[in-house]
């Protein structure tokens, strides 16, 4: 009987048990299980914005089928935006709406910068603050054309190539801060107490020094340790090229693997569909994730003596130096082809003694007394804020206390004055004003007037007994 048969037969229903990705759909469901690895953040402040325009883009198979052939040269120059205007209609409406949420975001941040800065402006224009961000055209706020998606790519392309460049000048100020603490603290205590401490901290360092040897990463044996270790296979049979299948496009599918036998098995059955795909890449994030067994024989996040950040840094340096060397077009991104290559080197079997943090410290002694220098000058204007808000608050604190006081005065002026006019109405007295005068206002005629005048009326008038004076002006007669 042919075995051949026999193994195409378990073949295929390992592949409809474990939903091996070798088909279209499977690629798919690969992809779809793969999100939550991916989701890396890159470290730029509007990663969110570029993670969901790739995703968006990724959902018309035309431009999926665009990206997935070009290069990096038609990614840099901008021929790929291009391809933008054959997307379709729900892709572009998405776009649109993307851009519209990331300007009303950025709107959001320079107004909560203008306003932290008491910068006062009545007409904001929008348009020119938006220049300063150069993700996208900040002269068309409303729809994602084909410009915003060629500026997006190579702003985001110049900004990961310094990002790097600034975790480590973030890093080594962690590392200064960490020792100038380190000495106030010292500084702080009795002679006794300082040598006792001073003597703790170095056997801890010398503590951590006391490792495994590390591996140069990228080489023979780094890898042949994570194929043996970490895959559970066997370290004669290692073979770069099904090493780098493994840990590109199938590390999700092989990690489900428990067992060393269920492994070498499927590794057995797959080997054939390994070796005919030349599409696969290894990211950043993969090449990191394959140090993770040297950077274990160093850093335990259960020690005192192992600091977790150092060990991040200690990971950026790995990726770095493989990178470097193996990286040739400098996209970021690892072929096959360009491993394959890197194996044929006398670096990959023959590499230099891999030289840790502890070994090639962060900073200098001048660097460190230029960062005291600034700690100092920035306490020293924390602290004249704090004096400044603190004769505000106290100033605040007098004028309020005037207020009051006045406002005590006012509620005692209108009691005195409604206390007043109260004793006045019991008395029967005119109304007095706010200094106390009295204040004199015409009555109206008085019934008891008319009848006083009533009897003089009814009596008549007094006879008035003087001549009547002669009418004047009468006509003359003759």
């Not at 190539?161 to 000048?169: G, I, M, V």
């Not at 599409?279 to 996040?301: I, M, N, P």
């Not at 660097?367 to 204007?381: I, S």
Request: proline share 5%.
């Amino acid at each position: 009987m042919n075995p051949t048969p026999v193994w195409l037969l378990v073949l295929s229903i390992c592949a409809g048990v474990w939903s091996v990705p070798i088909d279209r759909n499977g690629d798919n469901q690969e992809t779809k299980e793969e999100v939550p690895e991916e989701n890396v953040d890159t470290g730029l402040y509007y990663d969110r914005y570029l993670r969901e325009v790739i995703e968006v883009l990724e959902t018309d198979p035309h431009f999926r089928e665009k990206l997935q052939t070009a290069n990096t040269e038609d990614i840099k120059n901008g021929r790929l935006s291009k391809e933008l205007d054959l997307v379709g209609h729900h892709v572009r409406t998405r776009l649109d709406e993307l851009k519209r949420q990331e300007v009303s975001r950025l709107r959001m941040l320079l107004k909560a910068k203008l306003d932290s800065t008491n910068t006062q402006s009545l007409q904001m224009d929008h348009s020119s603050l938006l220049k300063q961000f150069e993700h996208l055209d900040p002269h068309n706020q409303n729809t994602f054309e084909a410009k915003d998606l060629e500026l997006l790519i190579t702003t985001a392309t110049k900004d990961l190539e310094n990002y790097d460049a600034e975790r480590h000048e973030e890093f080594k100020r962690y590392e200064m801060l960490k020792e100038h603490e380190r000495r106030e603290y010292l500084k702080g205590l009795d002679q006794e107490k300082r040598e006792k401490e001073e003597k703790r901290m170095q056997e801890l360092k010398e503590k951590h020094h006391q490792h495994p040897k590390v591996n140069a990463p990228g080489s023979v044996a780094q890898l042949r340790e994570v194929w043996e270790e970490t895959d559970g296979l066997d370290p004669k049979e290692f073979n770069p090229k099904t090493f780098f299948k493994l840990h590109g496009e199938w590390r999700l599918f092989f990690s489900f693997l428990s067992f060393s036998m269920i492994r070498k098995t499927f590794l057995f059955l797959l080997r054939p569909v390994l070796d005919t795909n030349e599409d696969a890449v290894l990211d950043e994030q993969e090449l990191e994730a394959l140090f993770t067994k040297e950077l274990e024989k160093v850093y335990d996040a259960k020690n005192e003596e192992d600091d977790m950040t150092e060990m991040e840094e200690e990971r950026l340096r790995m990726r770095e130096h493989v990178m470097k060397n193996v990286d040739a077009n400098q996209d970021r991104l690892v072929s096959l082809e360009e491993f394959l290559k890197s194996t044929e080197k006398k670096e990959f079997s023959n590499p230099r003694e891999w030289e840790t943090l502890e070994t090639k410290p962060a900073y200098t002694e001048e660097e460190l007394q230029l960062f005291e220098v600034e700690l100092k000058d920035k306490e020293e204007e924390l602290k004249r804020k704090a004096e400044n808000l603190q004769q505000q608050q106290d100033l605040l604190k007098e004028r309020g206390k005037a207020l009051e006081a006045q406002r005590r005065e006012y509620q005692q002026a209108v009691l005195e004055m409604s206390q007043r006019k109260e004793q006045q109405a019991a008395d029967g007295q005119p109304p007095a004003g706010p200094n106390g005068e009295l204040q004199f206002q015409p009555e109206a005629p008085k019934v008891e007037d008319k009848d006083v005048k009533a009897p003089a009326e009814l009596q008549g008038e007094a006879p008035n007994h003087l001549p009547a004076e002669p009418p004047q002006n009468l006509p003359i007669h003759t």
